[in-house]
């Protein structure tokens, strides 16, 4: 059953429409992730859910409830809903302790309670510390204690790693990833970064101007991107013109398996084609093609590599297996390429 449901949700800012016509249908206990580009929608959709803002149109329900329509808007403190925001916000007069047992209410076992969600985040050794005496990670563990306290039904985490550098955001998103799972907590995240929904969510949302673009798993959005646009935001692609021949496409890169992603297209039609840079081998094959440059970046690489036609398109490759410049090789695709129109 879904737990969250949003449908057909509109929502405006004035004569701005942020949200155009959004339905979603989350099941209890999944991670989800909303990602898309500055400014399409995503913090709104956020705030939608959590009360914060009316809906102009459609409805959200929370566990079968409607908690937000055109008649009516259920508080967001009675909503059950723990937020982690962008920059912790942690309240800097009281302690670590006082931070997480914020919404706890007062009780013999609250102390017991606090202790349990510290040693979750694994923060129990520092209890009695300031938020001032915390780096940017462990502020941003005690956020999320904080908001895990009251037993949320739902967790709106808007994007609660931006502010990390690059070690602590992959090493702290794992962390986080097992500590919802482990709670079988349902939890909706909002990135504008693809490889983090990619890696924590087990269903993705991409959004573009307030609409929803394609809903699927990590593995459909990056394998199976309804649009080009979509192909392009979730991830590298090589892209060529091309003659569809029904279950095949003809293109710079030869005669290649392809799998058609629009419908309108009939055969011998031109075509645009999208492959991902790993989706080309070197090695075997009929395509020749020159190394012009190659860009290391430790367990794996990028050639950019030069066809006789001059058509240029780039691999990706495992460090180990990258060509030198001005080497000459021989190319294939070894996964179906996509097309669209
Ligand atoms: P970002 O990744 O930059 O945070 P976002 O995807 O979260 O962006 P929103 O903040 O939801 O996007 O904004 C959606 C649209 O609504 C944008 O066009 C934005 O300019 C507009 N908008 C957001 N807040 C307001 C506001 N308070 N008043 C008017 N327009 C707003």
């Known amino acids: 059953m879904s737990w969250v449901t949003l449908d057909g949700v509109r929502v405006s800012y004035g004569s701005q429409m942020a949200l155009d016509g959004i339905n979603l249908a ?25 009360g914060l803002l009316p809906v102009s149109e459609g409805q959200i329900s929370l566990g079968g409830r409607i908690v937000s329509s055109t008649g009516a808007t259920v508080a967001p403190e009675r909503r059950g809903i723990g937020w982690v925001p962008q920059d912790s916000s942690l309240f800097p007069h009281l302690s670590v302790s006082e931070n997480i047992g914020f919404g706890i209410p007062r009780g013999h076992d609250r102390a017991e309670r606090i202790r349990q969600l510290a040693s979750m985040v694994g923060l129990l050794e520092h209890l009695d510390r300031a938020p001032s005496q915390l780096s ?5 563990r005690v956020s999320l204690a904080r908001a895990l306290a009251i037993r949320p039904a739902v967790l709106l985490l808007d994007e609660p790693f931006a502010a990390l550098d690059p070690m602590l955001r992959s090493a702290l998103r794992t962390e986080v990833a097992e500590l919802l799972r482990s709670q079988s907590s349902t939890a909706i995240l909002v990135t504008h970064d693809q490889e983090e929904a990619l890696s924590l969510a087990d269903h993705i949302a991409v959004m573009m101007g307030g609409r929803i673009l394609q809903w699927g798993t990590p593995v459909e959005v990056y394998e199976r991107p309804t649009t080009s646009w979509v192909a392009r935001f979730v991830g590298s692609t090589v892209e060529l013109p091309g003659l569809w021949q029904g279950g095949r496409v003809s293109c710079a890169l030869g005669m290649i398996e392809a799998v058609l992603m629009d419908e309108e297209v009939a055969e011998g039609d031109t075509v645009r084609i999208v492959v991902r840079p790993e989706w080309i081998a070197i090695g075997a094959g009929e395509i020749e093609a ?6 290391y970046s430790g367990h794996d690489g990028t050639a950019a590599l030069q066809l006789l036609d001059g058509t240029r398109v780039r691999a990706r490759l495992a460090a180990t297996e990258l060509p030198s410049v001005g080497d000459c090789v021989r190319l294939s695709v070894r996964r179906s390429a996509l097309v669209y129109r």
């Open 26 to 50: 989350i099941p209890q206990g999944e991670i989800v992730a909303i990602l898309g580009p500055s400014g399409c929608g995503k913090t709104t959709l956020l705030r939608s859910i959590a």
């Open 136 to 140: 940017g990670g462990q502020a941003q």
């Open 290 to 295: 020159v190394v012009r440059s190659v860009s």
